[in-house]
Each structure stands twice: as structure tokens, then as C-alpha cells.
């Protein structure tokens, strides 16, 4: 069945820091992995995704990494700043589904 | 340029009351999601509609759950005789081609539901 465990629930970091948060997934059917933040009082919004015919995505100071072997996908934020300040949230859709399946979140907060 | 937007933002009922919310997702946007999202906890999958197929509803956690999405466009979440563990913000959102093609879900900013 689709599970996606995410760890850690909450992280604290120092401005410029380096943040890292992992999911594990269970369907090896999975193929589309996306990140969304959830500022408070907002919707979460998509923030970068990766697919599962690649290893590694960046975007600026955000980073995603899959490995496939393992079932699971990291979250990768370098430098961070105060507005990194959030809920982040993991997500998997297995191969011709249509629905994704989240994980628990994981609150960062960035400390000045 | 408008979001996907929702209605009401807040919403306090008494235990027993019937409640609807309402989801008015991206013009053009053929796919429209429910998602409950409890104090603490991720994001629960309810139902999803996609163009005029056969709504998915495995997400629903009683018959007391019920959605319509009239014209393709707007939705309604219906709760009947809502109980206290009802309470949870409700998150719709919409994509243009529904995830099938690994597409992005744009949400709304919920709707807060409180039960006393």
C-alpha cells in the first residue's frame, strides 16, 4: 500500500545552515516525488519534484535526491534564511495513479 | 489571476450540524482534490475529481463525507452530522491534467472547520 514516512517532525537550524529532511517510501511502483512548503495560514505549494528516471535535482539553494534502491527521498536546503521558516511536506504517486500520498511534515524553524 | 479560492475560511458548528464547503478551483483545470488536514498531521487524501470520470472517493472515512463538483468546475464538500473529530482544516486544490501526468496541485488556503 502507499506509506511515506518523514523524519524528522521538526528541525531547528542556525541561519546559513544546511537543512536536510527524509522520506522513505514503500511502493516500488512510486515514480514522481515532489516537496511542498506550508507557510502558516497558507496552502502548501510546490517547491521542486524529481522523477524516478533521475538521481538528483537542484534549484538554487534547494536540492531534492532520490535513490531508488533504498525507497527513499532527501530535502536539501542550503544556506538557509529565516523565510525557509516552515512546514514541509513529502509526496509519492505510484505509476498510473492519481493521487499523491504525503507525509507527516516536518516544521523547520530558522533561527537568526 | 486568481487562485484556487475557498470558502468559508472559518467555519465553527455545533456536533450534529450539517456543514458545506466550497472550492473554486483554477479556470481550466480539469483535476480537483480534497485533503483533511488535522492540528499536527499530514495530509489526508478524501476524493478527486478528474473531468467528467467517476469521481475517486477511497479517501472518505464515512458516509457522513460527500462531494459533488457541478459543471466541472466548482465543488462541495459536504459533512453531515458533523462530530468533533471532524474538526481539521480542509485543503482543496486543483491541477490541469490531475497527477496521472505527475502535474502540479495548487491549493487553496483551506477552509478551518471547528466542531464544539
Known amino acids: 500500500g502507499e506509506n511515506v514516512e518523514q523524519h524528522p517532525s521538526t528541525l531547528s537550524v542556525q541561519e546559513g545552515d544546511s537543512a536536510v529532511i527524509k522520506c522513505t517510501y514503500s511502493d516500488s511502483a512510486s515514480n514522481y516525488f515532489p516537496w511542498y512548503k506550508q507557510e502558516l495560514g497558507k496552502g502548501p505549494q510546490l517547491i521542486i519534484d524529481i522523477r524516478s528516471n533521475v538521481g538528483e535535482k537542484k534549484d538554487q539553494r534547494i536540492a531534492v535526491t532520490l535513490n531508488k534502491t533504498a525507497k527513499h527521498f532527501s530535502l536539501h536546503i542550503t544556506e538557509t534564511q529565516p523565510e525557509d521558516s516552515a512546514v514541509y511536506f513529502c509526496?509519492?504517486?505510484?505509476?498510473?495513479?492519481?493521487?499523491?500520498?504525503f507525509g507527516t511534515g516536518t516544521q523547520l524553524k530558522v533561527e537568526l | 489571476g486568481a487562485g484556487v479560492s475557498q470558502s468559508p475560511s472559518n467555519k465553527v458548528t455545533e456536533k450534529g450540524k450539517d456543514v458545506e464547503l466550497r472550492c473554486d478551483p483554477i479556470?481550466?483545470?480539469?483535476?480537483l482534490y480534497w485533503y483533511r488536514q488535522s492540528l499536527g498531521q499530514g495530509l489526508e487524501f478524501l476524493i478527486y475529481f478528474q473531468g467528467n470520470s467517476a469521481p475517486d472517493k477511497s479517501g472518505l472515512p464515512s458516509d457522513r463525507f460527500s462531494a459533488e463538483r457541478t459543471g466541472g468546475s466548482v465543488s462541495t464538500l459536504t459533512i453531515q452530522r458533523t462530530q468533533q473529530e471532524d474538526s481539521a482544516v480542509y485543503l482543496c486544490?486543483?491541477?490541469?491534467?490531475?497527477?496521472?501526468?505527475?502535474?502540479?496541485?495548487?491549493f487553496g488556503e483551506g477552509s478551518r472547520l471547528t466542531v464544539l
Open positions: 486544490a486543483s491541477s490541469p491534467r490531475g497527477t496521472s501526468g505527475a502535474g502540479e496541485l495548487f
Open positions: 509526496a509519492e504517486i505510484t505509476g498510473g495513479g492519481n493521487k499523491l500520498t
Open positions: 479556470s481550466g483545470h480539469t483535476a
